[in-house]
């Protein structure tokens, strides 16, 4: 850099360090005066001064240094703003759940269920009264309905990773199986959310004879589907990173393949599995749709995923926002929807949190 | 290596069978003694794994053939129903088509939104991003990605839809003669264009997780050639990066139409639905998953089945999508060698 700054005859001429800032500093008060023309905001403000330091900028470096650097900085410019971009509508997802959960968070939220709560209680609190009402049978059925879709999950997607990895190439049959079963689990991957919650509403509607059928394990099905992709992937990629030395090693000692992979392949993949696990759950936790055509929609608790209507905090939130309890009054509803809101958002950082955790901290050692 | 002392005895002595082993086992064992010679066939437990586990993977198969099946089969009653059983009466076609007109006008909007900004947030984050930096502005991507998409759709109706409506009433005062921004624009905001903005925002991770990953895997010797050549940083990736992974941008883009026609909570919050309206900043217009998440708690009888049919036709068009999407990835993989 030092170069750059006496002048020589290999390098063309740079434009100052401190060009960016004083473009900026431009734009900001003519964004600022422009947008006082209009009206005044500050998103206005943003998008202007935005423009024209996106436009001013390259401009400005093209005619010191020429249009190839122009170019050059006009491109920069564009993949800044488009990162920045993306942040805005991030930041103002959390802050907004923040803003409108936490007034809303209380032990009654997270400990009553909406039994008995109606029109009445809503219009009482909204006079000032006590708030009743919770999301506590929505977290059960959330928990329920997850714990049984990640049972079935889990071994089928597992079982299915180590058909795909460890088998499938010993003979003919078994390499063309495995690529059928690799592209079904590509497709499986894309296969809308609702659609999946259709599909397990119409398998039991016909298994069972009753169009009426619904509860949370239907849900739990539904959300099987969407999450069986998930871990064969994760897990394949995990047992596809175990070194093959691992298992010749086994081998050599007279181990038996399937011994090798319960005791030796699975156990070193294993961090990375329950991570990826992990992230399969925090997946399906907030689906939505596929809960709403499977399992109702009940005020009560329900601990029973066989029998009974079911609520998961994802249904709540809907719920509560478009049937408010209170239609006079929706801003309890919605206060209580807010609230669920950041639980739902909190337990899914949680269990991003956990998968990242899990496979930093059970990594298998490498040093001796 | 402490389970092998268990496994060696398995081998040579049929008579060491450990506590817990039934006879069934030796069954196997005795099998297994021949297979010892013979070094292709493994014993009987080695093939009964490996049986599950090809069970396992055979469950997929069935599960996916299983969705198309049951869909079918509940669907069918309404393409033998008289048409004035159908909602609209006047059949199940005309009942379907403004949906999925629908759905791709809100998917394409969302496309159109997300496919530069993520594609610059990629760019950003493999080669223009300080490297330590990198990875934590990829991780806040990703972030963007584990929200849930009922929370997207609170925050679209409630946050964005309010505050968009004056850039509406400029639109229409600007461009209001095209039909797509006729005016007048509705007051609260709930337009397909509004539900189309949301789509964006959650479509813009898998652009981006996807494209960060091509472009990461660009030939190093090509970018530096690039460089040392002279070019500009910009110039560099037009020259290398993009050559490199056009087909993996196109495949994401078209993995992202999928998930986006698949949505359903953000357009079901967001947009006041109704019948088709080539404005796109007014009410009306609907997306097939929309329609069937409103409608299909209270369906009973033959609208039931209504419902299933059209998510059979979103099945059906998304598994085009993501197959027309995953050919052309295939196609990539084997021109770059980059998995090889």
Not at chain 1, 18 to 32: M, R, T, V, Y
Not at chain 1, 276 to 301: D, H, K, M, Q, W
Not at chain 2, 137 to 156: K, R, T
């Given at each position: 850099?030092?170069?750059?700054?006496?002048?020589?005859?290999?390098?063309?001429?740079?434009?100052?360090r401190?060009?960016?800032?004083?473009?900026?500093?431009?734009?900001?008060?003519?964004?600022?005066?422009?947008s006082?023309?209009?009206g005044f905001?500050?998103?206005?403000?943003?998008?202007?001064a935005?423009?024209?330091?996106?436009?001013?900028g390259?401009?400005?470096v093209?005619?010191?240094?020429?249009?190839?650097?122009g170019?050059d900085?006009?491109?920069?410019y564009?993949i800044?703003?488009?990162?920045?971009?993306?942040?805005?509508p991030?930041?103002?997802?959390?802050?907004?759940?923040?803003?409108?959960?936490?007034?809303?968070?209380?032990?009654?939220?997270?400990?009553?269920?909406?039994?008995g709560?109606?029109?009445?209680?809503d219009?009482?609190?909204?006079?000032?009264?006590?708030?009743?009402?919770g999301?506590?049978?929505a977290?059960?059925?959330?928990?329920?309905?997850?714990?049984?879709a990640?049972?079935?999950s889990?071994?089928?997607?597992l079982?299915?990773?180590?058909?795909l990895?460890?088998?499938?190439?010993?003979?003919?049959?078994?390499r063309w199986?495995?690529?059928?079963?690799?592209?079904?689990?590509?497709?499986?991957?894309?296969?809308?959310s609702?659609?999946?919650?259709?599909f397990?509403v119409?398998?039991?509607?016909?298994?069972?004879?009753?169009?009426?059928?619904r509860?949370?394990?239907?849900?739990?099905?539904a959300?099987?589907?969407?999450?069986?992709?998930?871990?064969?992937?994760n897990?394949?990629?995990?047992l596809?990173?175990?070194?093959?030395e691992?298992r010749e090693?086994?081998?050599?000692?007279?181990?038996?393949?399937?011994?090798?992979?319960t005791?030796?392949?699975?156990?070193?993949?294993?961090?990375?599995?329950s991570s990826?696990?992990?992230?399969?759950?925090a997946?399906?936790?907030g689906?939505?749709?596929?809960?709403?055509?499977t399992?109702?929609?009940?005020?009560?608790?329900?601990?029973?995923?066989f029998?009974?209507?079911?609520?998961?905090?994802?249904?709540?939130?809907?719920?509560?926002?478009?049937?408010?309890?209170?239609?006079?009054n929706?801003q309890?509803?919605?206060?209580?929807?807010?609230?669920?809101?950041?639980?739902l958002?909190?337990?899914?950082?949680?269990?991003?949190?956990a998968a990242r955790?899990?496979?930093?901290?059970?990594?298998?050692?490498t040093?001796r | 290596?402490?389970?092998s002392s268990?496994t060696?005895?398995e081998?040579?002595t049929?008579?060491?069978?450990?506590?817990?082993q039934?006879?069934?086992n030796?069954?196997?064992r005795?099998e297994?003694?021949?297979?010892?010679?013979?070094a292709?066939?493994g014993?009987?437990?080695?093939?009964?794994?490996?049986g599950?586990?090809?069970v396992?993977?055979?469950?997929?198969?069935?599960?996916l053939?299983?969705v198309?099946?049951?869909?079918?089969?509940?669907?069918s009653?309404?393409?033998?129903?008289?048409?004035?059983?159908?909602?609209?009466?006047?059949?199940f076609?005309?009942?379907?088509?403004?949906?999925?007109v629908?759905t791709?006008i809100?998917?394409?909007i969302?496309?159109?939104?997300?496919?530069?900004?993520?594609i610059?947030?990629?760019l950003?984050?493999?080669?223009?991003?300080?490297?330590?930096f990198?990875?934590?502005?990829?991780y806040?991507?990703?972030?963007?990605?584990a929200?849930?998409?009922?929370?997207?759709?609170?925050?679209?109706?409630?946050?964005?839809?309010?505050?968009?409506v004056p850039?509406?009433?400029?639109?229409?005062?600007?461009?209001?003669?095209?039909?797509?921004?006729?005016?007048?624009?509705t007051?609260?905001?709930?337009?397909?264009?509004?539900?189309?903005?949301?789509?964006?925002?959650?479509i813009l991770?898998?652009?981006?997780?996807?494209?960060?990953e091509?472009?990461?895997?660009t030939?190093?010797?090509q970018?530096?050639?690039?460089l040392?050549?002279?070019?500009?940083?910009?110039?560099?990736?037009?020259?290398t990066?993009?050559?490199?992974?056009?087909?993996?941008?196109?495949s994401?883009?078209m993995l992202?139409?999928?998930?986006?026609?698949?949505?359903?909570?953000?357009?079901?919050?967001?947009l006041?639905?109704?019948?088709?309206n080539?404005?796109?900043?007014?009410?009306?217009?609907q997306?097939?998953?929309?329609?069937?998440?409103?409608?299909?708690p209270?369906?009973?009888?033959?609208?039931?089945?209504?419902?299933?049919?059209?998510?059979?036709?979103?099945?059906?068009?998304?598994?085009v999508?993501?197959?027309?999407?995953r050919?052309?990835?295939?196609r990539?993989?084997?021109?770059?060698?980059?998995?090889s």
């Amino acid at each position: 850099m030092s170069i750059a700054t006496t002048s020589s005859k290999l390098i063309g001429r740079q434009a100052p360090r401190w060009l960016p800032l004083l473009i900026g500093l431009c734009a900001l008060i003519l964004g600022a005066a422009l947008s006082a023309l209009i009206g005044f905001s500050i998103g206005l403000w943003a998008v202007f001064a935005g423009l024209i330091f996106v436009i001013a900028g390259p401009v400005v470096v093209g005619m010191l240094e020429g249009s190839r650097k122009g170019k050059d900085a006009f491109a920069r410019y564009l993949i800044y703003g488009a990162f920045l971009l993306a942040l805005i509508p991030l930041v103002s997802v959390i802050w907004v759940v923040l803003g409108r959960g936490v007034p809303g968070l209380s032990g009654n939220l997270l400990g009553t269920s909406m039994n008995g709560v109606s029109g009445v209680t809503d219009n009482e609190a909204a006079q000032g009264g006590p708030a009743y009402g919770g999301a506590y049978h929505a977290i059960v059925g959330t928990v329920m309905i997850t714990f049984w879709a990640t049972l079935m999950s889990v071994p089928i997607g597992l079982l299915t990773a180590v058909f795909l990895t460890e088998y499938s190439d010993s003979n003919r049959a078994f390499r063309w199986m495995g690529r059928v079963i690799t592209f079904l689990v590509d497709v499986m991957t894309g296969i809308p959310s609702i659609v999946a919650g259709l599909f397990a509403v119409a398998l039991f509607v016909q298994v069972l004879g009753d169009p009426s059928a619904r509860f949370g394990f239907i849900a739990s099905i539904a959300l099987s589907v969407l999450m069986i992709p998930t871990v064969v992937r994760n897990t394949e990629e995990m047992l596809k990173i175990v070194p093959n030395e691992l298992r010749e090693a086994s081998y050599a000692l007279g181990v038996r393949k399937w011994r090798t992979i319960t005791k030796v392949v699975i156990p070193t993949a294993m961090s990375g599995i329950s991570s990826g696990v992990t992230l399969a759950i925090a997946r399906v936790i907030g689906e939505t749709a596929p809960i709403l055509v499977t399992a109702g929609f009940v005020a009560s608790i329900n601990f029973n995923a066989f029998s009974g209507w079911m609520t998961t905090l994802p249904t709540f939130i809907y719920y509560q926002i478009m049937n408010p309890t209170s239609p006079t009054n929706p801003q309890v509803s919605e206060d209580r929807a807010w609230a669920s809101a950041l639980i739902l958002i909190i337990l899914v950082m949680i269990l991003n949190l956990a998968a990242r955790l899990i496979a930093k901290i059970f990594a298998p050692k490498t040093g001796r | 290596m402490s389970h092998s002392s268990s496994t060696v005895p398995e081998f040579s002595t049929p008579t060491g069978d450990q506590p817990g082993q039934g006879d069934e086992n030796s069954d196997h064992r005795r099998e297994g003694h021949v297979a010892i010679g013979d070094a292709k066939g493994g014993p009987a437990q080695d093939r009964v794994f490996a049986g599950v586990t090809l069970v396992a993977g055979a469950i997929i198969l069935v599960v996916l053939a299983a969705v198309a099946f049951f869909l079918t089969w509940q669907a069918s009653p309404i393409f033998g129903a008289a048409s004035s059983e159908v909602t609209g009466g006047k059949g199940f076609l005309s009942y379907i088509w403004p949906l999925v007109v629908g759905t791709l006008i809100a998917s394409v909007i969302a496309l159109l939104l997300a496919t530069p900004v993520g594609i610059g947030v990629a760019l950003y984050i493999s080669h223009y991003a300080p490297p330590r930096f990198a990875k934590g502005v990829g991780y806040v991507i990703d972030l963007l990605a584990a929200i849930p998409s009922v929370i997207f759709g609170a925050w679209g109706a409630s946050v964005l839809a309010p505050k968009i409506v004056p850039f509406y009433d400029w639109l229409s005062g600007i461009l209001g003669f095209l039909p797509i921004f006729e005016g007048p624009p509705t007051a609260t905001g709930k337009t397909i264009l509004t539900a189309g903005i949301v789509l964006a925002i959650m479509i813009l991770p898998i652009i981006t997780a996807m494209c960060r990953e091509i472009f990461a895997q660009t030939p190093v010797l090509q970018q530096e050639a690039a460089l040392g050549l002279g070019a500009t940083r910009w110039e560099m990736v037009r020259m290398t990066v993009f050559p490199f992974a056009r087909a993996g941008i196109i495949s994401s883009v078209m993995l992202a139409l999928g998930r986006a026609m698949g949505e359903t909570m953000a357009v079901t919050l967001v947009l006041s639905g109704g019948p088709f309206n080539p404005s796109l900043i007014q009410s009306g217009n609907q997306t097939v998953a929309s329609e069937i998440a409103l409608n299909f708690p209270e369906a009973y009888g033959l609208r039931l089945n209504e419902l299933i049919a059209a998510g059979l036709v979103l099945f059906v068009i998304t598994l085009v999508v993501n197959l027309l999407a995953r050919l052309v990835i295939s196609r990539y993989k084997e021109f770059s060698g980059a998995n090889s």
